[in-house]
């Protein structure tokens, strides 16, 4: 869908009139500033649901964006990194678009989901290498903390945790060797 | 409450006074309070931190997952006033305001030291591993027989019947595997190996020739029907304390049994800051404390006193008392006090990758391991350093944080990452600290805490034993899980501060001579025979088994020993 598309299917359903709908287009044109601050935006937090989207997206069970992993990354960042790693991944939120622009000519939210998947590809390999020689004083690769983020984000989510892995509140009892087959899926916790 | 009365007139002496006086209420302190209480003595319990109630205050205990703001990481702000507990891996969002507040009780590091410390009711019995095991002769002959620090005053036999009664009492799943060095004991149900523990355990047993034993943990939980309490549900959540009152702590076990009396009396935010001592009946009247809430000093009196303040508060505390008589507190004089601190070797252990098993998986989240006993040094076994180690581990399957080599992105990586990843095995070891009199606390007199009240100085350190031992621990790990075909062995070691094991012990030991100990075989101070000592404090040695099930079992013994002691007019 492009977002002329998506602004048309969006007038209609507000009933015809979209306010704000020349920003919105316009939008298309200058570049949207993610991480500007660890007061994160509606914007920041759609582009970050994006990112884990593509990184965990919609099968047969929910994706990242259905888990809120957007949000609570901003959440994470906040309130528990430090303060260097709280950088590197404001810094990182800008470098991933501007990869996306190099790559694929265009922002990471105007992307396909194939070019998104492709940019991401790349950019966990980069991650892995640079994580290969990184010293522990280094600072961490924004793209290793996004997508650790995105899996714990997911898998400990309700919709991660019950449907894409099996939770059991209160299991009552211990059997320390049960039959698997292939399929099963994992215990969440 | 108990010491509202601030003019000390008869009246208020006589609604002070107590049979007895427990400080603190972990795991030593609820019993000696149960004990005591059950014997029939009016007991004052006296708590430095906040009152913590059974279920009620397991704020976290039900939530799932999801429902923890931050899923279970501590923020920033939640670390940040416990600087000590923010440099170990006992951090979880749950659980961190179950942490004392560093910055309001500081100590001070003259070599690195960590102290975890909870300062609620219950102290650390909401927070502990739960491992249980006996001493056995091995431990207590191996001072004479080294011909190292002094020797036990006691022997196995001696302190059986007490493993007997707190076992009991308290819950303790296990195995009965018949061996010398580990003796059984009053046994619920064990809980079960999984598959590729029991085949690692039989490999070893094999290559070893059966000198070598994999057992699953010994854990105080409940496996069966056990009076006022919830059997284990498997969830694996203890430390945000259980509802089901599945293990032992004082809040499920000891301090219902003595509530249950009529005989206790609990006062929470009473920081003790010394033992109140008459110098001519040469015994304690009392305790002096701190309301840690107004600031305020209140003194409570007692026929006995207990302290059960954790190895190294018991300690600062007899070092506060009675100076006008000995300038280095009471029971001092033998030179002992604050001396020989142990604790156990922690922070390195050794993995490895498991072939196979892809069609076993487990149920249920077990909060216990495997335990792989002591071989060091034993049955004519012979190395380069003194006593021995355990390990402690467990074997299973890899979750969605892992690496998938050929994947990294997409649906086809989230779909793997949904089923369980291969078996891994991994343990880490155990092992025995000596006792050294250089290793010490002593108090820091430049330095106040919140209340005013002098710190502790810490200034212990591993030595050329332990750092041998270290070595061998790896080495032989290794070699293990080499002979039981585990792949891809790997060892670690991130090093050791004392108080990583978090079990400090022997600040105040027991012996059969006063020259060379603080208390007598009873755990009574040599110097106020109407003292009591039955924390870690007491600790001639420190084998290499968790130590909380002999706190519990000399601190039952002290106690009935006191109470028979005070029916005889003997203190």
């Known amino acids: ?189 | 409450m108990p010491g509202d009365s601030l003019n000390i007139n008869n009246k208020a002496v006589a609604q002070n006074t107590y049979d007895a006086i427990v400080v603190g209420s972990g795991i030593s302190g609820g019993w000696a309070a149960k004990e005591l209480a059950q014997r029939g003595l009016k007991v004052l319990m006296l708590e430095r931190g906040r009152e913590f109630v059974h279920i009620k205050d397991y704020k976290t205990a039900g939530y799932n997952p999801w429902e923890f703001p931050h899923r279970g990481r501590p923020t920033q702000e939640q670390l940040k006033p416990r600087p000590v507990i923010a440099r170990t891996w006992g951090k979880s969002e749950g659980i961190m305001d179950y942490w004392a507040k560093d910055s309001e009780a500081p100590y001070t590091e003259i070599k690195p030291f960590k102290w975890w410390r909870a300062y609620q009711v219950g102290g650390r019995s909401i927070l502990w591993g739960r491992q249980s095991y006996r001493w056995s002769d091995f431990d207590f002959e191996a001072n004479a027989k080294d011909g190292w620090a002094i020797d036990w005053p006691v022997r196995y036999k001696d302190i059986q019947p007490w493993y007997d009664h707190v076992e009991k009492f308290a819950g303790i799943s296990g195995s009965m595997e018949g061996l010398q060095h580990l003796p059984d004991g009053q046994f619920l149900p064990p809980m079960e190996l999984n598959c590729v523990e029991k085949d690692v355990s039989a490999r070893i047993k094999d290559f070893y020739k059966g000198q070598r034993h994999l057992i699953i943990g010994r854990a105080a939980h409940i496996t069966a029907p056990h009076p006022d309490r919830e059997q284990c549900q498997f969830r694996n959540r203890c430390w945000e304390g259980c509802m089901f009152g599945g293990y032992f702590s004082t809040q499920s076990s000891t301090l219902p049994a003595a509530m249950k009396t009529g005989n206790l009396t609990v006062r929470p935010w009473s920081l003790v800051s010394k033992v109140l001592y008459d110098k001519d009946t040469k015994k304690a009247t009392g305790v002096e404390i701190v309301d840690a809430e107004t600031n305020k000093t209140y003194e409570f009196y007692s026929k006995i006193v207990f302290l059960n303040a954790s190895a190294l508060n018991s300690a600062w505390v007899l070092m506060n008392s009675a100076t006008d008589i000995w300038p280095d507190g009471l029971g001092s004089s033998s030179g002992e006090l604050g001396h020989n601190i142990m604790d156990h070797h922690y922070n390195l252990g050794i993995s490895g990758d498991v072939d196979g098993y892809d069609d076993k998986y487990y149920y249920g989240r077990r909060a216990n391991g495997f335990y792989l006993t002591r071989f060091a040094n034993l049955y004519g076994d012979k190395r380069d350093y003194l006593r021995g180690f355990g390990y402690q581990g467990s074997a299973s399957r890899g979750s969605w944080s892992r690496d998938i080599a050929e994947l990294s992105i997409g649906d086809k990586f989230k779909d793997a990452l949904t089923e369980p990843g291969p078996w891994k095995i991994g343990m880490g070891g155990f092992g025995e600290l000596l006792p050294y009199h250089e290793n010490k606390i002593t108090l820091d007199k430049d330095r106040k805490d919140k209340w005013g009240l002098p710190i502790l100085a810490m200034d212990a350190e591993l030595k050329d034993n332990e750092k041998k031992m270290r070595k061998d621990i790896l080495e032989e790990g290794k070699a293990m899980f080499e002979a039981a075909g585990i792949k891809n062995v790997v060892t670690h070691d991130g090093g050791h501060e004392i108080g990583d094991g978090i079990h400090e012990m022997g600040t105040a030991r027991m012996g059969n001579d006063p020259k060379t100990s603080v208390l007598n075989k009873w755990n009574q101070v040599w110097d106020a025979q109407n003292v009591f000592v039955t924390d870690g404090a007491f600790m001639v040695s420190s084998a290499c088994q968790n130590p909380s099930l002999t706190y519990m079992a000399f601190t039952a013994r002290a106690a009935n020993h006191a109470v028979d002691e005070l029916k005889k007019g003997n203190i």
């Open chain 1, 1 to 189: 869908m492009n977002r002329r598309d998506a602004l048309s299917r969006v007038a209609l359903l507000v009933g015809g009139s979209v306010i704000g709908a020349e920003a919105f287009l316009s939008g298309c044109k200058t570049a949207t500033k993610y991480g500007e601050s660890l007061n994160f935006t509606p914007e920041d937090i759609a582009y970050l649901n994006e990112v884990a989207e593509t990184i965990l997206p919609a099968t047969d069970t929910p994706g990242a964006k259905e888990a809120k992993v957007g949000e609570f990354m901003t959440v994470i960042v906040k309130d528990c990194y430090e303060e260097k790693d709280q950088k590197t991944f404001l810094e990182g939120m800008k470098k991933l678009d501007e990869a996306s622009t190099k790559k694929n000519g265009k922002s990471f939210m105007e992307s396909t989901p194939q070019q998104r998947h492709d940019l991401l590809v790349d950019l966990d390999k980069e991650a892995k290498d640079y994580g290969k020689t990184k010293k522990p004083e280094d600072p961490n690769h924004y793209f290793s903390l996004i997508k650790q983020l995105t899996l714990w984000g997911y898998f400990t989510s309700e919709p991660g945790a019950t449907k894409a892995l099996r939770y059991v509140a209160v299991p009552g009892r211990y059997e320390g060797c049960i039959p698997y087959k292939k399929g099963d899926k994992a215990w969440a916790t």
